[in-house]
């Protein structure tokens, strides 16, 4: 006989033995106690027929220490109403598997009888529990109805489940693979948080929300949402401290990213534009701190607001595009874009978005280019922190049509060998800005108003400058000078 054989045969041999081996017992409500009598602390396998109620679940729980192995599909569970239990209830519907029936239990193995409908609150909290067959008759999962039990491997819940409770499943660090094929429209707070083994999830296309920190710290590596037609929220940190998930795909809906709720995901490469394209607004600290997402197409995208800190730590983005909807823009909210060399905003018209404090902490303004068009370029340059940017008028051809104010006098200018001249007849210049020909802002020399200013430029290497002179009455006047 081959090695495995004989492993089979071992295998078979010891399963005979232990349900040759388990007390048999059939009961009526409340009489559990009398029936298993004298075995109580020694039994180690059970299997019961007839019906029980929270009192006899009661006695598993505290008489029954031993006790690893429980059959109960030959059983129901009856109602009670009666004197306090140990859980501090009186009463216990029908057909409920009651609460707490099972909380800190050494079972590790259990079939649950076939007619309950609901798994009461905590019925299986820190229990040694494997695996579990949930019957299709089961509507409910009860708050933290299987929380903390560290040896619980797989759940799949049937299609007959249409809510489950908070913290369900909260820090079972063995699961690694649900099944939901309930038709459940959300997944609430905590119910995967801290299931560090948990890779794969199937979710329902019912979903519509997601709750607060949902999978919070799990170990989930992929989040394929698409299909989630009817998704309309995920909720404050749902998704924080994943540090495996490595791509979103969201539906063509639109969804409420919630605060937090993509928070320090380490290995995430998904794109905000797909990832927020039906979004009025990124929450305060959404995706802080992803440093490996990208952004293409966000220019394309719908958001008013960017919350503090919302898109902090995107170190590998070189260029985003803003959208024409864009009005605020964050506390810190794009610090430490380390690799960032360009941004947009020529979608934005007139609207300078406001900012928090810090917007680009971190970043070298200096060397990032801000594309503008012509009519832009005064409301950035004199807006704080937009103006630490190296100005780029986009439309450099558009230079050309900016003219002074009709009768609000004239300007003129020369260069002399490394000095530029400026002198206004009209009101006095309030300051100037120089680009190259191709539109790309080189300097904005710092001067107090006067109707004759000059400023130094020997390391300006461009053969002609063009000069937007402000002048102190609001109106412009532009000029070319060749060297």
């Given at each position: 006989m081959n090695f495995f054989r004989q492993l089979s045969t071992l295998v078979f041999a010891a399963s005979i033995s232990a349900v040759a081996s388990a007390l048999t017992v059939s009961v009526s409500p409340g009489s559990?106690?009398?029936?298993?009598?004298?075995?109580?602390?020694?039994?180690?396998?059970?299997?019961?027929?007839?019906?029980?109620?929270?009192?006899?679940?009661?006695?598993?729980?505290?008489?029954?220490?031993?006790?690893?192995?429980?059959?109960?599909?030959?059983?129901?569970?009856?109602s009670y109403s009666g004197p306090r239990l140990a859980n501090g209830r009186t009463a216990s519907a029908e057909n409920v598997l009651p609460e707490y029936a099972f909380?800190?239990?050494?079972?590790?193995?259990?079939?649950?009888?076939?007619?309950?409908?609901?798994?009461?609150?905590?019925?299986?909290?820190?229990?040694?529990?494997?695996?579990?067959?949930?019957?299709s008759s089961v509507v409910s999962l009860g708050v933290s109805a299987f929380a903390d039990c560290a040896d619980l491997e797989t759940i799949t819940l049937p299609e007959s489940v249409t809510s489950i409770g908070k913290g369900a499943f909260r820090n079972c660090p063995k699961i690694d693979y649900v099944v939901i094929n309930?038709?459940?429209?959300?997944?609430?707070?905590?119910?995967?948080?801290?299931?560090?083994?948990?890779?794969?999830?199937?979710?329902?296309?019912s979903l519509a929300v997601i709750g607060r920190e949902a999978f919070s710290g799990s170990g989930i590596e992929q989040l394929a949402l698409s299909k989630c037609g009817v998704l309309s929220e995920i909720g404050k940190w749902a998704f924080a401290n994943c540090d495996a998930l490595r791509a979103v795909w969201m539906p063509s809906s639109a969804v409420n990213i919630r605060e937090g709720a993509f928070f320090h995901n380490v290995s995430l490469t998904s794109d905000l534009g797909n990832m927020v394209a039906g979004a009025d607004s990124i929450a305060d600290y959404a995706f802080t701190d992803n440093a490996g997402m990208t952004v293409t197409d966000f220019d394309k995208a719908s958001v008013s607001y960017i919350g503090d800190y919302a898109v902090r730590g995107f170190s590998s983005v070189g260029e985003i595009s803003f959208p024409e909807t864009l009005e605020h823009i964050g506390i810190q909210a794009m610090a430490n874009w380390e690799a960032l060399d360009t941004i947009d905003v020529r979608k934005l018209g007139t609207t300078v978005p406001t900012l928090g404090e810090e917007v680009w902490k971190g970043v070298d303004q200096q060397k990032v280019q801000l594309k503008v068009t012509t009519p832009q370029a005064d409301l950035y340059s004199d807006t704080p922190q937009w103006k630490e940017f190296a100005m780029f008028i986009a439309?450099?051809?558009?230079?050309?049509?900016?003219?002074?104010?009709?009768?609000?006098?004239?300007?003129?200018?020369?260069?002399?060998?490394?000095?530029?001249?400026?002198?206004?007849?009209?009101?006095?210049?309030?300051g100037f800005q120089l680009y190259d020909m191709s539109g790309r802002m080189i300097a904005m020399p710092q001067t107090s108003p006067s109707h004759t200013v000059s400023a130094g430029i020997g390391y300006i290497d461009a053969p002609v400058l063009v000069v937007r002179v402000l002048l102190s009455d609001s109106s412009v006047q532009v000029l070319k000078l060749a060297r």
């Amino acid at each position: 006989m081959n090695f495995f054989r004989q492993l089979s045969t071992l295998v078979f041999a010891a399963s005979i033995s232990a349900v040759a081996s388990a007390l048999t017992v059939s009961v009526s409500p409340g009489s559990l106690k009398e029936a298993v009598g004298a075995e109580a602390p020694t039994a180690t396998a059970l299997v019961v027929n007839g019906a029980l109620d929270a009192s006899d679940f009661e006695f598993v729980r505290y008489d029954m220490p031993g006790l690893v192995s429980l059959d109960l599909s030959g059983a129901s569970v009856a109602s009670y109403s009666g004197p306090r239990l140990a859980n501090g209830r009186t009463a216990s519907a029908e057909n409920v598997l009651p609460e707490y029936a099972f909380t800190g239990s050494a079972i590790s193995e259990i079939v649950l009888p076939q007619g309950i409908t609901a798994i009461g609150e905590g019925a299986f909290a820190a229990s040694a529990i494997k695996n579990i067959t949930i019957p299709s008759s089961v509507v409910s999962l009860g708050v933290s109805a299987f929380a903390d039990c560290a040896d619980l491997e797989t759940i799949t819940l049937p299609e007959s489940v249409t809510s489950i409770g908070k913290g369900a499943f909260r820090n079972c660090p063995k699961i690694d693979y649900v099944v939901i094929n309930a038709q459940l429209s959300e997944i609430p707070s905590n119910a995967f948080s801290g299931c560090v083994s948990l890779k794969t999830v199937f979710f329902p296309t019912s979903l519509a929300v997601i709750g607060r920190e949902a999978f919070s710290g799990s170990g989930i590596e992929q989040l394929a949402l698409s299909k989630c037609g009817v998704l309309s929220e995920i909720g404050k940190w749902a998704f924080a401290n994943c540090d495996a998930l490595r791509a979103v795909w969201m539906p063509s809906s639109a969804v409420n990213i919630r605060e937090g709720a993509f928070f320090h995901n380490v290995s995430l490469t998904s794109d905000l534009g797909n990832m927020v394209a039906g979004a009025d607004s990124i929450a305060d600290y959404a995706f802080t701190d992803n440093a490996g997402m990208t952004v293409t197409d966000f220019d394309k995208a719908s958001v008013s607001y960017i919350g503090d800190y919302a898109v902090r730590g995107f170190s590998s983005v070189g260029e985003i595009s803003f959208p024409e909807t864009l009005e605020h823009i964050g506390i810190q909210a794009m610090a430490n874009w380390e690799a960032l060399d360009t941004i947009d905003v020529r979608k934005l018209g007139t609207t300078v978005p406001t900012l928090g404090e810090e917007v680009w902490k971190g970043v070298d303004q200096q060397k990032v280019q801000l594309k503008v068009t012509t009519p832009q370029a005064d409301l950035y340059s004199d807006t704080p922190q937009w103006k630490e940017f190296a100005m780029f008028i986009a439309d450099p051809t558009a230079i050309d049509d900016v003219v002074a104010d009709s009768g609000k006098g004239c300007v003129t200018g020369r260069i002399s060998g490394d000095i530029l001249a400026l002198e206004s007849s009209g009101a006095e210049i309030a300051g100037f800005q120089l680009y190259d020909m191709s539109g790309r802002m080189i300097a904005m020399p710092q001067t107090s108003p006067s109707h004759t200013v000059s400023a130094g430029i020997g390391y300006i290497d461009a053969p002609v400058l063009v000069v937007r002179v402000l002048l102190s009455d609001s109106s412009v006047q532009v000029l070319k000078l060749a060297r």
